[in-house]
């Protein structure tokens, strides 16, 4: 076949209905752009008594973040030579701020240690507890907040480690899934775990049946090695 035949140039494709036409995006552009601008002439300054359009945005402030006042040019010039973010804020609160300003306001760890060791360590220690935060993360999920991130005094009572669980040998913990228990189990838990055991396997209980031998005998050594390692 001939790539290079003039049959080639006559070739035409029919443009579909999904294919822009030339000039609509521009067109769509100009209109978004006209929207906007009418939009802003719409919308009046937001100072009381002025009539003036308000074609200036300021902040609202602290907890208020992504949000905007409208105002004309005077307006909009004196509320920004009075405004302060950290009115109300004491100073460990707005040292506290700086120092998340540095890394973005996102939680961060030490090295090595989780947040629960962490709060451990620092009760053990008798470290200060850290400045209160009332500005507010970027958390439109509320992710951060379930994990008692941002949250105030209320997130980090949600945050308090839990307990840890003691740890155990790995011969007491095969002992503790012999007898059907976990790690959690206290002494008065295995002794009722044992007598229900031992009465339900025992030979007596099953009409002489000597079958369960075996398991009774795991059973007893499941507790012994429990009671040398102090549990019950």
């Given at each position: 076949m001939d790539l290079n035949s003039p049959l080639f140039d006559r070739i035409r494709i029919k443009p579909t209905?999904?294919?822009?036409?030339?000039g609509a995006k521009a067109g769509a552009k100009a209109g978004a752009r006209a929207k906007a601008g009418a939009a802003t002439a719409e919308a009046s300054c937001e100072a009381?008594?002025?009539?003036?359009?308000?074609?200036?945005r300021a902040p609202k402030g602290r907890r208020q973040e992504g949000q905007y006042w409208r105002f004309c040019i005077d307006h909009v010039r004196a509320y920004n030579a009075s405004y302060n973010y950290f009115d109300g804020m004491n100073d460990a609160a707005v040292e506290a701020y700086q120092k998340d300003a540095i890394i973005g306001h996102r939680p961060t760890w030490s090295m090595g240690m989780n947040a629960a060791a962490a709060t451990a360590e620092g009760k053990a220690k008798g470290?200060?507890?850290?400045a209160e935060r009332d500005w507010a993360y970027a958390d439109p999920l509320g992710i951060l907040r379930a994990?008692?991130?941002?949250?105030?005094?209320?997130g980090r009572r949600q945050a308090?480690?839990?307990?840890?669980?003691?740890?155990?040998?790995?011969?007491?913990?095969?002992?503790?899934?012999?007898m059907g228990l976990d790690e959690t189990a206290d002494t008065a838990a295995i002794k009722a775990q044992y007598k229900t055991l031992v009465k339900?396997?025992?030979?007596?209980?099953?009409?002489?049946?000597?079958?369960?031998?075996?398991?009774?005998?795991?059973?007893?050594?499941?507790?012994?090695?429990?009671?040398?390692?102090?549990?019950c």
């Open positions: 209905c999904d294919d822009p036409k030339p009381e008594g002025c009539t003036h359009p308000g074609l200036y470290a200060q507890p850290e994990n008692g991130v941002g949250g105030g005094a209320a308090e480690p839990e307990p840890q669980r003691p740890r155990h040998s790995a011969a007491v913990r095969k002992a503790l899934d012999v339900r396997f025992h030979p007596d209980a099953n009409g002489g049946d000597r079958s369960f031998e075996e398991r009774l005998r795991d059973i007893i050594r499941a507790h012994d090695v429990l009671r040398a390692a102090g549990l």
